[in-house]
């Protein structure tokens, strides 16, 4: 077979194609120890120099192996620390964060780990995670997605790249050549005991499941099960965009807490876009459509199908939907008492949610040319240089010692004391988001944006990001 170069060019392709990275950016690896993730690293070193890319190492802890995850933990740090990358290994309490949220442990350690990987990314200025996910995994979890009963969306199984941040470049590649490429380069790896017990359901289909299938049924299932997720992709984006034509048509209006659709519109839409006019009417209101399941949408179909008059009933989140002569109302109500710390990633573009404070962000990159001037919109939004802003932009809560560089001032001011200026009770101070971009806050959500991102005569192209309001 000779050397193991031709299972790093087909890499390096599957990157191109799907526009994983761009020079000059930083990129956080998540490394585990296990062959998947060494190979990765191994092999993003190799092409960093032809990518122009730089590499940051990440490696957590989640507490569940005792001294078997402390030493996986020095074994990255080692690791890191030979190729002279910069690492942040760290631990968290996993098992008492799965415990105070009543979740399972698998759930809690991928919401820890991936917040964990964002923060890194934060830090470093990191515009993409790097994940070891391979055509392995990619078949497991379709059949996952499969058992726990799924449409198009669960078959196109995980992306090779997500909200343009989290890239996959191993995603077309076999577990065993992964195995032999670490053989042959004489790569040290870790293994985690837990991937053999059979008490999780994922090892179950890894280790039962799939060697039946692959044995009995189709040698091929796998190469099978990842072509079919290509073709659901494909297939999913293609009714995404037909499913937007018609919720596009179909809208009424959308104010404050509330969007309004004509049944009269959808009437003769078919069931499959009727079930994704659902979801988008669910995801401008949530940003995302996280706790909307098949259930829920049948239901809603149900209401909307039926005939009779006024109809009403309550979805997750907050949301109530209702049915009256002929409109279709999606309405959210909340009340905000205490807001934790919160901090997500904006997408841009994109909507980005933002559950602690009911409302939601919306980004679009605009030419200059397309884009208004500042002072014509209203407070709820406002137009940047985008080309003078470090990505990732972030959203959060404000933070003791913030300072603000507010448009027009030449410098930076307390937050607090904006606050005080603008007579903003003390009470609601936390319920105001700030877009950062590093330690600089680029708009304090509703009032003001700051001063070195405004356009110019300079600019060419804009960031618009205004709120959608739930309140």
């Not at 392995?136 to 078959?155: V, Y």
Request: aromatic fraction near 8%; charge should be neutral; hydrophobic fraction near 40%.
């Amino acid at each position: 077979m000779g050397e193991i170069m031709p299972l790093i060019k087909p890499i390096a392709e599957h990157i191109r194609k799907y526009k994983m990275v761009s020079a000059g950016e930083t990129v956080v690896v998540g490394v585990s120890g296990g062959p998947d993730s060494m190979a990765l690293l191994h092999i993003l070193y190799r092409l960093q120099e032809t990518l122009e890319i730089k590499l940051v190492v990440a490696h957590l802890n989640h507490q569940f192996r005792g001294s078997e995850a402390e030493a996986d933990a020095h074994f990255v740090l080692n690791a890191a620390r030979r190729l002279q990358l910069t690492a942040f290994v760290e631990a968290r309490d996993v098992p008492a964060y799965s415990r105070g949220r009543g979740i399972s442990p698998q759930v809690a350690a991928r919401e820890v780990r991936y917040n964990f990987l964002d923060e890194v990314a934060v830090k470093t200025g990191a515009s993409k995670v790097a994940l070891g996910h391979h055509a392995d995994d990619q078949a497991e979890t379709i059949l996952l997605h499969i058992l726990r009963g799924t449409g198009a969306g669960g078959l196109k199984g995980m992306l090779p790249v997500r909200d343009d941040f989290y890239i996959r470049p191993l995603l077309a590649v076999r577990r065993r050549d992964i195995e032999d490429y670490c053989q042959r380069h004489d790569l040290a790896t870790r293994q985690d005991s837990s991937n053999t017990k059979p008490k999780y359901l994922r090892n179950r289909v890894r280790l039962e499941l799939l060697p039946i299938l692959e044995k009995r049924y189709n040698p091929n299932l796998v190469e099978s099960l990842n072509r079919l997720a290509e073709i659901c992709r494909d297939e999913d984006d293609y009714l995404e965009h037909q499913a937007g034509e018609v919720f596009f048509r179909a809208r009424l209006s959308t104010g404050g807490n509330t969007i309004c659709l004509d049944a009269g519109k959808l009437s003769a839409v078919p069931q499959a876009l009727l079930r994704r006019v659902v979801r988008l009417a669910w995801s401008e209101i949530c940003g995302d459509q996280d706790d909307l399941n098949y259930r829920h949408i049948e239901q809603v179909l149900a209401i909307i199908n039926g005939g009779g008059g006024y109809r009403q009933i309550n979805l997750p989140r907050g949301i109530t939907f209702k049915k009256y002569y002929e409109v279709l109302e999606f309405t959210l109500d909340r009340e905000i008492k205490e807001v934790p710390f919160y901090q997500y990633f904006l997408k841009v573009p994109g909507i980005t949610f933002i559950p602690e404070v009911g409302l939601s962000i919306g980004a679009e990159i605009l030419p200059v040319g397309e884009a208004m001037e500042p002072f014509v919109f209203g407070s709820g939004q406002v137009i940047l240089d985008y080309d003078r802003l470090a990505a990732p932009l972030i959203v959060r809560r404000r933070l003791s010692g913030d300072r603000f560089g507010p448009l027009g001032l030449d410098g930076t001011v307390k937050l607090k004391k904006f606050f005080i200026d603008h007579k903003i009770p003390r009470h609601q101070r936390d319920c105001i988001p700030l877009v950062v971009s590093g330690n600089d806050i680029v708009w304090v959500v509703g009032m003001r944006p700051g001063e070195k991102w405004k356009v110019t005569n300079n600019t060419v192209n804009c960031l618009r990001l205004y709120i959608i309001d739930y309140e």
